[in-house]
């Protein structure tokens, strides 16, 4: 990840395990066991200087930077895009771990459009 962009009044942008900003408004997030959630709440904790999201029918809060967007097609070709750029840090990983990664969001994407999301 690059330069922290900062938010509002010094408080840096809610982002996701991924880097994306995340907007207060978002409905669902991936939680770290790989689960996609309903959203109760996004808020900003100052004496930890942390975001953290509250999911529904969950009584505690998880670090928002634990949590993902949901992936889609778009995401996947964007990040595709961007490994051929040379614009993330892609390049630090090797080929065969990118096939992987790029292997296990397609699968799950086409699973996701099979079972109807």
Same mark, same amino acid.
């Given at each position: 990840?690059?330069?922290?962009?900062?938010?509002?009044?010094?408080?840096?942008?809610?982002?996701? %395990?991924?880097?994306?900003?995340?907007?207060?408004?978002?409905?669902?997030?991936? %939680?770290? %066991?790989?689960?996609?959630?309903?959203?109760?709440?996004? &808020?900003?904790?100052?004496?930890?200087?942390?975001?953290?999201?509250?999911? =529904?029918?969950? =009584?505690?809060?998880?670090? !928002?930077?634990?949590?993902?967007?949901?992936?889609?097609?778009?995401?996947? !070709?964007?990040?595709?895009?961007? =490994?051929?750029?040379?614009?993330?840090?892609?390049?630090?990983?090797?080929?065969?771990? !990118?096939?992987?990664?790029?292997? #296990? #969001?397609?699968?799950? !994407?086409?699973?996701? &459009?099979?079972?109807?999301?």
């Amino acid at each position: 990840m690059g330069e922290e962009v900062l938010w509002y009044h010094d408080i840096p942008a809610p982002v996701d %395990n991924d880097g994306n900003v995340v907007p207060l408004a978002t409905k669902s997030l991936v %939680n770290e %066991n790989g689960e996609e959630l309903e959203v109760s709440s996004i &808020e900003y904790r100052p004496t930890v200087g942390l975001w953290f999201v509250t999911f =529904m029918r969950q =009584m505690y809060s998880t670090p !928002l930077s634990r949590c993902a967007i949901p992936d889609s097609w778009e995401r996947l !070709l964007r990040d595709l895009d961007d =490994m051929t750029d040379g614009e993330r840090a892609y390049w630090n990983l090797e080929v065969e771990d !990118l096939a992987c990664d790029v292997a #296990r #969001r397609v699968r799950a !994407l086409r699973r996701a &459009e099979r079972d109807g999301d």
